[in-house]
């Protein structure tokens, strides 16, 4: 845990107790500061109780002497309507910051590499946190990815916090300051809480602010808005300004049909010959890693060893088994239409699974990618709902209602068919909560139901190509 005991004799207040928030009220308490707690769901406080965590009303307590107001980033404190704790602070000139902006006040001596942009940011935050763990640098991941700050190792100087940053969070960091900081991509999400996509745009752009003598700003340019951005921190910067595509030459890291350039006429990796980073989205994800770490003083070739060595983020185009021909690619995270797109861009015959709680718009946006769909196994509230679109477009399915009836069909079918290259997809298009308690439980549902459906015995590969 983060030591915090330099803010003893000072009052905070903490709004919102998940996982961050109970995090952060934890460490201070822990710290010997005081702090008044709230969460305006019984559940967080009943979360409070069990930890020992004392609550108190902030709708209503006396706000004097607060230092500052800790909100969890779901809050919202500008747009749509915000918190009414938060018009509260605001009201009575208190800051309103994240658990983030602790941590950096707890540890200056540390570096810090924070990495946002709309799609990629986790597999980003992963994969450099892969990389530094290679160098035997003290190096600890989190942030938005999932591991609340306050419950990491202190690490001082020579150690690097590698931070997920959403916009949220963004907006509750004034004083972070980063040593290389990463923007990935915009396209148009969460604008109702920014206020529409200037406000959105806007918040990503912080994770540029206070830029120090040491620091580096890395930029996907395969997109307008981020293009922009570039164009305009690269006049106003006197630091380094590094942009990274995925799409065609740059003068920074770079892709071509999957291999990656640092600058040179000559590749230096395939990134086509790594399971683990398929797709042109993955390939963007390379390449700001690359820039990253060798901003971080990371050797070229332990960033390759990394690059070839990275296991991959659970849910995410994981692949699971490869038995008998057959891979088993778990894309769990993919609850739209679009992120499933970028998971059957990367495979030519696909037994998919999809369905689940259905997105607005459902499989629009798909048709191109059907040619490469061999068979469809339907599972949850959707399932009518994707036969209908699924018949329209010719593709060939089965209404299997669950992921214990759709693994072993797809298994079998994919091993009747023996196609080469063949892939088992689970990739839903879907939010989960129809039938199970998160994306992650249906992701590990699936693995498990893999695991079981290929020690099954198996027929021989027939020598058939797709």
């Not at 600890?140 to 306050?150: D, I, K, M």
């Not at 909560?433 to 015995?457: M, N």
Request: with cysteine; net charge negative; hydrophobic share 40%.
């Amino acid at each position: 845990m983060i030591d915090l005991r330099h803010l003893k004799g000072k009052r905070y207040a903490v709004m919102g107790l998940a996982k961050s928030g109970l995090a952060t009220a934890k460490a201070l308490t822990s710290a010997g500061v005081e702090i008044l707690a709230w969460d305006d769901g019984e559940a967080g406080r009943a979360a409070a109780i069990a930890a020992g965590i004392p609550l108190t009303d902030l709708n209503t307590a006396d706000l004097s002497g607060i230092e500052a107001l800790l909100l969890s980033p779901g809050i919202p404190h500008t747009y749509p309507t915000p918190n009414a704790v938060a018009t509260r602070a605001k009201a009575a000139g208190i800051p309103i910051v994240g658990d983030i902006e602790l941590l950096y006040g707890a540890q200056p001596r540390a570096a810090y590499i924070g990495i946002t942009g709309t799609n990629g940011k986790s597999t980003t935050t992963a994969l450099i946190g892969h990389i530094l763990s290679l160098t035997g640098r003290p190096v600890q991941v989190g942030g938005n990815l999932g591991t609340p700050v306050l419950t990491f190792e202190p690490l001082g100087e020579g150690g690097v916090y590698v931070l997920e940053m959403s916009s949220y969070q963004l907006e509750l960091v004034p004083s972070v300051a980063f040593n290389v900081a990463v923007l990935l991509n915009v396209t148009p999400d969460h604008l109702a809480r920014h206020g529409g996509m200037d406000g959105y745009i806007a918040a990503k752009r912080h994770i540029f602010q206070h830029p120090k003598r040491s620091h580096t700003a890395i930029i996907g340019v395969d997109d307008e808005h981020c293009r922009k951005v570039y164009d305009e921190l690269e006049a106003a910067l006197e630091s380094a300004v590094v942009p990274v595509s995925a799409e065609h030459e740059t003068k920074g890291i770079y892709v071509l049909d999957g291999k990656l350039y640092d600058g040179g006429t000559e590749p230096i990796i395939d990134l086509n010959t790594i399971p683990s980073l398929p797709g042109r989205h993955n390939w963007q994800n390379a390449a700001a890693a690359f820039a990253a770490t060798h901003a971080a003083g990371v050797p070229v070739e332990t960033i390759l060893e990394g690059l070839r060595t990275f296991p991959g983020l659970a849910h995410r185009q994981q692949l699971v088994a490869d038995r008998d021909g057959i891979r088993y690619v778990n894309d769990s995270k993919a609850t739209n239409a679009d992120a499933a797109s970028k998971a059957l861009v990367c495979y030519d015959a696909i037994y998919w699974i999809i369905g689940g709680q259905a997105k607005e718009g459902g499989l629009d946006g798909l048709e191109p990618f059907m040619p490469r769909i061999r068979h469809a196994f339907v599972i949850g509230q959707a399932s009518e709902q994707f036969a209908t679109w699924l018949d329209a477009h010719g593709v060939p399915y089965t209404l299997c209602g669950d992921l214990k009836t759709a693994v072993p069909a797809a298994t079998d079918l994919a091993r009747a068919e023996g196609l080469r290259g063949a892939t088992v997809l689970l990739s839903p298009a879907c939010a989960s909560w129809d039938q199970f308690k998160s994306f992650e439980h249906r992701g590990e549902v699936f693995a498990a139901l893999v695991h079981a459906s290929i020690d099954r015995s198996a027929p021989a590969e027939k020598e058939v190509a797709p």
